[in-house]
Structure formats: C-alpha cells, structure tokens
C-alpha cells in the first residue's frame, strides 16, 4: 500500500510526541511492505507565529493532498494573549470543520498498569472497553445566531437530519466490529434536537437487528459512566454531550496521554490526534509519554487505510511495554521504571520489531 501522510506537530509537546508516532509508522513500513510519504506542516501556535494564521493555506493544501493527517497539540501560554482570530485553538475548528470531519472516534480502553491512577476504584474499571462516537461538525458550537450583549446572550442548538443519520449510521458500523451495542445519548425530554436525534436512531436501527441499542438520557449517562463504565461498548452522541462526556470517561484510564482520537468523514480521510494537550511546561524535556501519539498512527491505520493487522500490532506494543513496568515521568509511580520519550519510543519499536520478520523499508520523507 502507498499512502500520503501530513504530519502537523502543533506546539509544545506536539513535536515530541507525533516524532515518536513516525518511528513507529517507519517500522510499520518496513515490517509490511507499505509506502507512507510523510509530509510536514504548521498548525496552531507554530503555524501563528510564522504565517499569523492558525491554519495556513499551506496547511490545507497539503492536508488536501494526503490521505490523512497526524496532529500532535496547538495551544500553549505563548499564545494566550493574542486576539480571539488568532488563538492556536482556532486552527483545530477549522481543520475540523473544512473537511467535513463530522465523526469524533474517542477510545477509551483500561490499561491494567495504570489502574493506580485512576479515580474509580480498580474493580469498577479494569474491564472498560468503549469507543465514543461524537458528532464533531454541528450543534451549538457552530449554530447561528450566537450572539451577545451587555444584558444577554444567545446560542442556536440546530441540527439536520442528515447531520444526525451519518453520525448514527457510523455508530452502528463501529459496534458491528466491536461487542454490537450502542447507548445513544441525548435530552429527548426536553431538547427538540433530541427528540429528531431519537427518531432517527430509530429509523436507522431497522437496518441493524444484529445491533442493541439503548437510548439513555444525558445526565443519567454521566452517572452511569463512573458507577457502571464498563457496561458501554459504543456510545453515540451529539456534539456538545459528547465533548464532555468523552472529557469524563477519559479520566477512568488514569492518564490522558495513553487516549488517541480520530475524526473522519464517510470517505475515509481522517483527522488522528492525542487527546492530551500541548503540556508546554514539559515540551522538549523527553518526559512526555508517546502512547497516545501512538494508537493514533494505530487508528489511522485501521479506520483511514483499513490495516486492522498493522494497527493490532501497534496496539500490542504498546501495551506490552506498559504490563513490563516501563513508564515515562509524566506516568510513573514508585517502584516502575522511568524512561525519555525517546527512550520508551524504543521500546514500543523492539516490541514491534520481535513481531515480525524484516522486509525492506520503503519510506519516503519531504
């Protein structure tokens, strides 16, 4: 397979972290024949201070000529000064929104070495397995009117049903691979958008008897996702109710830098990124754990270019290198051993390299 990647590091720990994450698409190269052009670009904080602009028409023409994008983190205190048409968040949205990248895949996955640092007790969540599936591109961050003045302010909740079915219909396309259970959450006793969310999941789940589908309500949700989160498989929701719950079921892992992320659209083409930010007060001191990085290059793989062999194979590398007791500093408790970014990078690449038998390696850089 040959495939155009853009890489856009971002700000702070970004270039660390999506650094890691190209040695390990190198050894997914080599290990199975597969070309990966890698190009580079500015987003955010960077792309602000060279361009004066979050998102350089640079950065979308070369996005617009890969096959999909790996992102590291934008933001950072550098930049917090800066007029509201400049902040590095801004170029996040708009990549988000330019490519139609409708669907937010968030997985959230217990990592047993990491159980210490979770708030829930161990036995609530040493068994949690969910993907939530946040529609990225409609609802009240992007509704018109919003607007304010001195006494009031207004923001508009509007959603299609086209916006609602595509999101629905990948929800039930990722259960099918998974345990074939889906929450859909909304407000459906008091929101208008909810209750159109609810009809059309009804509708749509005709066409998927092999799926179990609960509709639960948001706050209900909330509670149930620190009592009970491993009773969720696949868990679809509108934008803002799935900003924060996937915020909420984050912490159950213990850490955000072990959470990668994907946003797509219906072709494939995909946007995959850390869910941690871009930690500044720790950017170029090698303490940053890669693992989200990571699993995003492991999401790319499976939902962009459908090599579910390549991304199982990552996922097992890094898992492998957490159970043996290797952690970076931003991860580490007392007793575990403590390497540099580089350093744990190195071993996810062993573990993938006591995989496979070598191929060549073709792997191009511009």
Same mark, same amino acid.
């Given at each position: !397979? ?33 070309? /990966? ?10 792309? #602000? ?5 979050? +998102? ?14 790996? +992102? ?74 919003? *607007? ?25 396309? #990722? ?22 969310? *609810? ?16 509709? !639960? ?22 934008? !803002? ?23 797509? *659209? ?33 999401? !790319? ?20 290198? /957490? ?13 575990? *051993? ?29």
């Amino acid at each position: !397979m040959e495939k155009k990647v853009a890489v856009l590091p971002g700000d702070g720990i970004g270039p660390e972290v999506t650094e890691a994450a190209v040695k390990v698409l190198e050894v997914i190269a080599r290990r199975f024949s597969h070309t /990966f052009h890698v190009t580079y670009g500015v987003i955010g904080g960077a792309a #602000i201070d060279k361009h004066q602009n979050p +998102l350089p028409d640079e950065t979308v023409a070369l996005c617009e000529a890969s096959d999909a994008v790996l +992102l590291g983190a934008v933001g950072g205190p550098k930049w917090d000064q800066n007029p509201s048409a400049l902040r590095p968040e801004k170029g996040l949205l708009a990549i988000r929104k330019h490519f139609d990248l409708f669907a937010n895949l968030r997985p959230v996955k217990a990592v047993p070495s990491l159980l210490h640092a979770s708030p829930l007790k161990p036995e609530v969540a040493k068994d949690v397995d969910m993907m939530i599936v946040r529609e990225l591109t409609g609802g009240l961050y992007f509704g018109e009117p919003s *607007r304010r003045t001195a006494d009031a302010a207004v923001d508009s909740l509007v959603y299609t049903r086209e916006e609602i079915e595509r999101i629905v219909v990948t929800a039930f396309e #990722i259960a099918r691979l998974r345990r074939g259970k889906v929450a859909s959450v909304d407000k459906a006793n008091v929101l208008e958008t909810s209750k159109l969310w *609810r009809e059309v999941v009804e509708e749509k789940k005709k066409a998927y008897p092999d799926i179990e589908v609960e509709h !639960m309500l948001v706050d209900s949700t909330a509670m149930k996702l620190i009592t009970n989160p491993a009773a969720f498989d696949v868990v679809v929701t509108e934008n !803002m109710f799935g900003d924060i719950l996937s915020d909420e079921a984050s912490v159950i892992t213990g850490s955000l830098g072990v959470l990668p992320s994907a946003s797509i *659209r219906s072709d494939g083409f995909g946007l995959y990124e850390p869910v941690h930010g871009s930690a500044p007060e720790i950017a170029g001191l090698g303490l940053a754990n890669p693992a989200a990085a990571i699993l995003s290059v492991a999401m !790319m793989l499976k939902y962009s270019f459908n090599l579910d062999t390549e991304a199982s194979a990552i996922e097992e590398a890094v898992n492998t290198v /957490f159970e043996d007791g290797f952690f970076t500093a931003d991860l580490v408790e007392p007793g575990k *051993r403590v390497l540099s970014t580089k350093e744990w990078t190195d071993k996810v690449i062993d573990e993938l390299d006591t995989q496979f038998v070598s191929n060549s390696i073709m792997f191009s850089y511009v």
